[in-house]
C-alpha cells in the first residue's frame, strides 16, 4: 500500500469518528448530560479534529501537482464550517433551540464535505 493510500483510509477513518463523536457530544447536548464539556469529549473532539486537518491537508499536498484546487478548498471550507459550528452548538450557556439548529447545520456541513469528497454533491463554489 502506498502512503497516499494509507493517509487516504486513515483520513476517512477519522472522518468516521469525527462525526461519532460529534453525534455522541449533541446527543449528550439534547440531553442536558454535563459530559459534553468534559475533558474527554472535548479532548476526543479536538484531537479528530486536529488529525483530520492534518491528513487533509497532507493529501492536499502530495495530490496537487500545480497548487490547491477547487476541490481541496471546497473540503477545507466545508471542514471548517462543520468544527466552527459544532464549537458554538456544543458549548454551554446557548439556548437549546440554537443549539440544535447550529448542530444540525454543522452535521449538514460534514455530510454534504463528505458528500462532495465522494463526488455525488455538486460544488457550491
Do not use: C, Q
Not at 50 to 75: P, Q, R, Y
Amino acid at each position: 500500500m502506498d502512503t497516499s493510500t494509507l493517509i487516504l483510509k486513515i483520513h476517512a477513518i477519522i472522518a468516521l469518528l469525527s462525526v461519532v463523536v460529534y453525534l455522541i457530544r449533541g446527543f449528550w447536548m439534547l440531553t442536558g448530560n454535563p459530559a459534553v464539556t468534559g475533558k474527554a469529549a472535548l479532548a476526543s473532539a479536538s484531537l479528530s479534529m486536529l488529525i483530520l486537518l492534518g491528513t487533509g491537508l497532507w493529501l492536499a499536498f502530495i495530490s496537487t501537482e500545480h497548487g490547491v484546487d477547487n476541490f481541496v478548498i471546497i473540503k477545507a471550507i466545508g471542514l471548517i464550517v462543520y468544527v466552527v459550528l459544532g464549537v458554538i452548538a456544543l458549548k454551554p450557556g446557548l439556548g437549546k433551540p440554537a443549539a440544535i439548529v447550529l448542530w444540525l447545520l454543522g452535521l449538514a456541513a460534514f455530510a454534504y464535505t463528505y458528500l462532495f469528497a465522494k463526488g455525488m454533491a455538486p460544488a457550491l463554489l
